[in-house]
């Protein structure tokens, strides 16, 4: 078995969730942020999907530099009009030919681009008319010959130096946060149309109390006036607290609710949209400036700063060790159990066996953790757990395929 140079470490610090002060963000899904994540995802999975029907396994690709460019629209109470669509370009790189026998084959890289963001787009966003309020774009190319050289090696070998970075467990504002946007994009909907999913939601928790601020668009053409507009945010703000303090449970935690904080009913400044997403009018949108792969923007944990969306789930790291890194922390932090937090960061080197990282690091966060006489075995279960992850890596591959992990 080659070596996997995996380090594991007990650190003596307290864990972030008994800290004194907290951050946590979570870029719902109709941020143009996030939209961009999940286009440039779908749009990998539809092409592993068309190379393994065409080709048999998945050829090289990166899908993941979306663009979103605002539109222009003009909401107001009752239902407004998109003045100017939003324009959407799926840039990445694409096995757009192939050999066979004497003869190369082209393959459909550009209509499969467009037809999976197409999909998602209109499943996803019932108050966008993707047909009309934007304009879908696909400029793909093939890659360059030194990476897809490393990507057809056999062995799956790394296509960049990098890291991905994943920590555990989730600290009961992560999971605020995360299930407050899930549940307003989810559950909330079927009672409340009038929300939107441009939802943004941000914690604060400082001790024991817990500021949560939740700005979510709403869409205009489930409102009549002013007062349903109020009346709606109400409802919003009633329901979420509620779901809240249901996440919250017997934790002994007070929670301030702010939703709609810009709103200004003096001034009649309303988060007012016609689609219920603000990409219809000012805001733009990148892969990878939202959330993380395991949902959420943590400035107190460590982080990567790569995009882990749209990238090829075969050699690309920046997608495999970030979501791997993620599962190990997670299964080390069940069998550690108890307040410990769990960092993982693993990093490769180009043109190197993705199964054989350069440095795999793995911390055990504990207040005593070098006077704890259970860290030599802690110690041992990590460097099992880690190991058996990279020598079964193409399981990370299988779940992404099948859209089984997040990517944002």
């Not at 007012?272 to 993380?292: K, P, Y």
């Not at 791997?324 to 080390?332: C, E, F, G, H, N």
């Not at 793995?362 to 006077?371: C, K, M, N, Q, W």
């Amino acid at each position: 078995m080659a070596k996997k140079n995996i380090h594991v470490s007990g650190v003596d610090e307290v864990p972030l969730p008994k800290r004194n002060i907290e951050i946590v963000e979570r870029k719902g899904i109709g941020h143009p942020d996030s939209v961009a994540d999940a286009l440039s995802e779908e749009v990998s999975k539809a092409l592993c999907r068309m190379y393994l029907k065409e080709y048999g396994h998945v050829l090289h690709h990166n899908t993941d530099e979306t663009q979103i460019a605002a539109g222009r629209s003009a909401p107001r109470f009752g239902g407004g009009a998109i003045i100017d669509p939003s324009y959407i370009l799926l840039v990445g790189r694409a096995t757009t030919d192939i050999a066979v026998g004497k003869d190369i084959k082209s393959l459909p890289c550009k209509p499969t681009a467009l037809a999976a963001a197409r999909r998602y787009l209109d499943k996803t966003f019932p108050n966008l008319d993707s047909k009309s309020e934007v304009i879908l774009d696909a400029k793909m190319g093939m890659g360059s010959d030194d990476l897809t050289g490393v990507y057809k090696a056999s062995g799956h070998l790394a296509n960049d130096t990098s890291f991905g970075v994943g920590y555990a467990p989730y600290s009961i504002t992560d999971k605020l946060v995360l299930k407050t946007e899930e549940y307003i994009n989810g559950r909330l909907k079927k009672k409340l149309p009038e929300s939107g999913q441009d939802v943004k939601v941000m914690a604060s928790r400082i001790g024991n109390k817990i500021t949560l601020t939740v700005a979510c668009a709403m869409v205009d053409r489930y409102l009549d006036d002013a007062s349903a507009y109020k009346s709606a945010v109400e409802q919003l703000y009633d329901a979420t607290l509620d779901n809240a303090l249901k996440i919250i449970g017997s934790q002994k935690l007070d929670v301030d609710l702010y939703v709609n904080t810009g709103d200004d009913y003096k001034r009649k400044v309303y988060y007012l949209t016609c689609t219920g997403m603000s990409q219809e009018m000012g805001d733009d949108g990148s892969v990878g400036r939202g959330n993380r792969c395991n949902g959420l923007i943590t400035p107190y944990r460590p982080m990567s700063m790569e995009a882990t969306s749209g990238k090829n789930p075969i050699t690309h790291i920046g997608k495999i060790y970030n979501i791997m890194s993620k599962l190990v922390a997670d299964d080390v932090a069940k069998n550690v159990g108890g307040d410990a937090e769990i960092r993982v960061r693993i990093l490769s080197q180009i043109g190197k066996p993705i199964s054989e990282p350069l440095a795999a690091s793995v911390d055990i966060v504990t207040a005593d953790a070098s006077a704890n006489p259970k860290l030599p075995k802690w110690k041992e279960e990590a460097e099992t757990i880690a190991s058996d992850w990279l020598d079964n890596i193409d399981k990370i591959t299988e779940l992404i395929i099948n859209g089984e992990v997040r990517t944002f």
